[in-house]
């Protein structure tokens, strides 16, 4: 097998919203906010980095928001069959409905979601989108192509980035393409992180095409998980896609976005950080390293924040 291509790879380098007129009386109480933060700094430690850098009413939303997609997750994951997994998320479903009512649905996590929704005008579209992507994530089998991993990414990952953008006060076009671009890099950086457990379980996370035109034998990795040339070759692939949406990212919807939208775009930066350390280790999926946490993503994060952009020097052309 060919080597894996050498790529010189070089990624990307303070508004509240509004409440609405009339809006109900919070319900959260500061014991239900930190529920979220300790939920999301323990299952999803990136995004809690990212959320540091969002003003105090903006960082709570997106707490709850997050957290509410570690519960959907959750819910899937203990249920014991497909009948238990679609009355779970059918709860769930019913749950965000009734934030938009007089009567909600009451926890720890839905008081703090439906807060955002009334304080801050959290559209319905985003949390519907969520219960669907992970029930449907269930039933779904390997994605045939990078096409399904894209729309993963923009149905699932996109769907955290767009509340938080109306929780600052953000509805742009550039800002929300940038959203969207930022999910389909985070699902093809989830793609590839969760390859060696998903092999495992005898999943894979990785489109069927990319595999087939890398001549992986998926067979073989089921009976045994490991790096091969011709996997490295498929992870290469793949990573460059996500690496192309985060240039776009960069040079053209973040610096057209609103500069009070940047918290939230900020998303990037683990991807971007991510990404890099996967071509380190020559895209072998199942280095250890990648599975342990980069001390310098909240460098990478401060850096972008104080200098108000995600371009670099190598973005800028100097």
Same mark, same amino acid.
């Given at each position: 097998?060919?080597?894996?291509?050498?790529?010189?790879?070089? *990624?990307? #380098?303070?508004?509240?919203?509004?409440?609405?007129?009339?809006?109900?009386?919070?319900?959260?109480?500061?014991? $239900? %906010?930190?529920?979220?933060?300790?939920?999301?700094?323990?299952?999803? +430690?990136?995004? +809690?980095?990212?959320?540091?850098?969002?003003?105090?009413?903006?960082?709570?939303?997106?707490? #709850?928001?997050?957290?509410?997609?570690?519960?959907?997750?959750?819910? #899937? #994951?203990?249920?014991?069959?497909?009948?238990? &997994?679609?009355?779970?998320?059918?709860?769930?479903?019913?749950?965000?409905?009734?934030? +938009?009512?007089?009567?909600?649905?009451?926890?720890?996590?839905?008081?703090?979601?439906?807060?955002?929704?009334?304080?801050?005008?959290?559209?319905?579209?985003?949390?519907?989108?969520?219960?669907?992507?992970?029930?449907?994530? *269930?039933?779904?089998?390997?994605?045939? /192509?990078?096409?399904?991993?894209?729309?993963?990414?923009?149905? &699932? +990952?996109?769907?955290?980035?767009?509340?938080? =953008?109306?929780?600052?006060?953000?509805?742009?076009?550039?800002? $929300?393409?940038? &959203?969207?671009?930022?999910?389909?890099? /985070?699902? %093809?950086?989830?793609?590839?992180?969760? =390859?060696?457990? =998903?092999?495992?379980?005898?999943?894979?996370?990785?489109?069927?095409?990319?595999?087939? @035109?890398?001549?992986?034998?998926?067979?073989?990795?089921? $009976?045994?998980?490991?790096?091969?040339?011709?996997? @490295?070759?498929?992870?290469?692939?793949?990573?460059? /896609?996500?690496?192309?949406?985060?240039?776009?990212?960069?040079?053209?919807?973040?610096? !057209?976005?609103?500069?009070?939208?940047?918290?939230?775009?900020?998303?990037?930066?683990?991807?971007?950080?991510?990404?890099?350390?996967?071509?380190?280790?020559?895209?072998?999926?199942?280095?250890?390293? =990648? @599975?342990?946490?980069?001390?310098?993503?909240?460098?990478?994060?401060?850096?972008? !924040?104080?200098?108000?952009?995600?371009?670099?020097? /190598? !973005?800028?052309?100097?």
């Amino acid at each position: 097998m060919r080597p894996v291509p050498a790529t010189g790879w070089r *990624l990307l #380098g303070s508004s509240r919203g509004r409440a609405p007129a009339g809006a109900p009386r919070p319900l959260a109480t500061p014991g $239900d %906010v930190e529920y979220c933060r300790r939920l999301v700094q323990a299952n999803s +430690y990136d995004s +809690y980095l990212v959320s540091l850098f969002s003003p105090r009413r903006a960082r709570e939303a997106a707490w #709850g928001v997050r957290a509410l997609d570690i519960e959907l997750a959750s819910a #899937g #994951g203990r249920a014991t069959s497909q009948a238990a &997994a679609q009355v779970r998320f059918a709860y769930w479903s019913g749950a965000i409905k009734s934030l +938009y009512s007089t009567d909600p649905v009451l926890t720890p996590v839905t008081r703090v979601v439906y807060d955002a929704v009334h304080g801050l005008g959290i559209s319905k579209t985003w949390l519907r989108r969520l219960v669907l992507e992970r029930e449907h994530a *269930l039933e779904r089998p390997a994605p045939a /192509t990078v096409a399904d991993v894209e729309k993963h990414g923009e149905r &699932a +990952y996109a769907c955290l980035i767009h509340p938080h =953008l109306e929780a600052l006060g953000v509805r742009d076009m550039h800002a $929300d393409n940038a &959203a969207r671009a930022i999910g389909v890099a /985070t699902a %093809v950086a989830e793609a590839i992180r969760s =390859l060696p457990q =998903l092999l495992e379980q005898r999943r894979c996370g990785l489109p069927l095409d990319i595999l087939e @035109q890398h001549n992986v034998n998926l067979d073989d990795l089921y $009976d045994h998980p490991r790096s091969t040339p011709a996997l @490295q070759e498929a992870v290469y692939a793949l990573a460059t /896609t996500g690496y192309t949406r985060l240039c776009g990212v960069a040079e053209l919807y973040a610096p !057209n976005a609103p500069r009070t939208a940047l918290p939230a775009l900020l998303a990037a930066v683990p991807v971007k950080v991510w990404l890099e350390r996967l071509e380190r280790a020559n895209f072998d999926a199942f280095d250890a390293s =990648l @599975q342990q946490r980069s001390l310098r993503v909240l460098w990478r994060l401060w850096r972008a !924040n104080r200098r108000g952009t995600l371009l670099d020097a /190598t !973005n800028r052309g100097k």
